[in-house]
């Protein structure tokens, strides 16, 4: 931000205010406005997954051998004021799902939603304004997605040698995967995925390819500033999970303990997950399952391993310091060029037009 001193004149102001050059710097990583996830056939029809996804604390991204699961995130970037984006970093964290299987390039798949500035617009994709919806308003799902997304997983799975990555058509989004594209400028950082445990922690990717994605989003005549990112599998029968920006850990005497560590980690998730579907009106409650606060409560299911997933990483007391787990879009931009005048605002120079013909004809009253 440029500082004036106070006895420049008016001319000497504008002029400079019309020759400022000099943008101040910031930084900002922002969450999700919405996050939801869409899929095709299920058991009995396909279903209305906004009634359940709108508060997944984890996105399943799916592809099996007769649906697929496609993730959409939302970010709005309106209230920034972004001159020039210099870098961006989108990050998301791999946590349990329904299937945890390894994570790799191959596998791993981000596109953009595409508005009417890029030549794989199209008018029938998915509105830029769409939302996750909730148990009252319907939001986005199989019934209203666009027709970036095709509904037939069969189509390109497992292959880059089509137009279609796992139900997506390439030629209605921002191809940000440098596994389709050899020649996409983007770097995916998988560094942290051991793929040994189920919460395996950050992946993210960067790159000019991003950044341009970003910018023509945030300088859009469609809902500028909402930008959409989808990320599918590309792989058949495989399948892993993203935190949601629902995905909260809670401090104080944390649920999903269950073994008493004093911290909700893999060990509870371990009990869950090996003893899946356990009726303990019928049976034992597993000996390692040692916590008298959190018994299961009939079918060892879903209700215990949400409490493990909202949980995770607390600790007994709420001594734990939590990891954002949310889906995180980091951006380091330039915003616009501001002037002040020791610290008061120097007008705009219609403003200071007008401040100087009313100046002009002051001093032809005096005359």
């Known amino acids: 931000m440029r500082t004036f001193n106070r006895s420049m004149t008016t001319a000497a102001a504008l002029a400079a205010f019309l020759t400022a050059g000099s943008a101040w710097a910031d930084t900002a990583d922002v969450t999700p406005s919405h996050d939801t996830y869409v899929r095709s056939v299920q058991t009995g029809g396909e279903d209305f997954t906004w009634l359940f996804a709108y508060d997944a604390p984890v996105f399943d991204v799916r592809q099996l051998a007769a649906n697929s699961f496609v993730t959409y995130i939302q970010f709005d970037l309106s209230n920034l004021d972004i001159a020039t984006l210099n870098d961006a970093t989108l990050t998301l964290y791999n946590m349990g799902a329904a ?42 799902d199989f019934s209203n997605a666009g027709f970036e997304w095709t509904d037939d997983p069969t189509i390109g799975a497992g292959t880059f040698a089509t137009n279609n990555d796992s139900g997506l058509d390439l030629d209605r989004v921002v191809v940000l995967d440098p596994e389709i594209d050899p020649l996409v400028a983007i770097t995916e950082d998988l560094s942290a995925i051991d793929n040994v445990n189920t919460f395996d922690g950050p992946v993210s990717i960067t790159g000019q390819a991003l950044v341009d994605f970003i910018t023509e989003r945030v300088g859009s005549s469609d809902n500028p500033g909402k930008v959409t990112f989808l990320t599918t599998i590309r792989s058949t029968n495989r399948g892993y999970g993203f935190a949601s920006k629902e995905f909260e850990i809670v401090g104080e005497d944390p649920g999903g303990d269950y073994n008493e560590s004093g911290q909700t980690e893999q060990g509870d998730l371990d009990l869950v997950l090996g003893n899946w579907g356990l009726d303990t009106d019928a049976n034992p409650v597993p000996a390692a399952w040692t916590n008298p606060n959190q018994q299961p409560d009939g079918l060892i299911d879903q209700a215990e391993l949400d409490a493990v997933l909202l949980n995770w990483g607390a600790t007994t007391g709420g001594g734990g310091d939590p990891t954002p787990f949310f889906p995180t879009l980091s951006l380091d931009f330039d915003g616009t060029p501001a002037i002040t005048v020791e610290g008061e605002a120097v007008p705009e120079p219609a403003t200071l037009a007008l401040l100087g013909l009313g100046g002009l004809a002051m001093r032809r009253r005096r005359a």
Do not use: C, K, M, Y
Not at 109 to 131: C, F, K, M, R, Y
């Open 99 to 140: 299937r945890n299987d390894f994570i790799v390039p191959g596998r791993f798949s981000v596109h953009g939603l595409p508005g009417p500035e890029n030549a794989n617009w199209n008018a029938t994709n998915t509105p830029q304004d769409w939302i996750e919806g909730d148990e009252v308003t319907q939001g986005l």
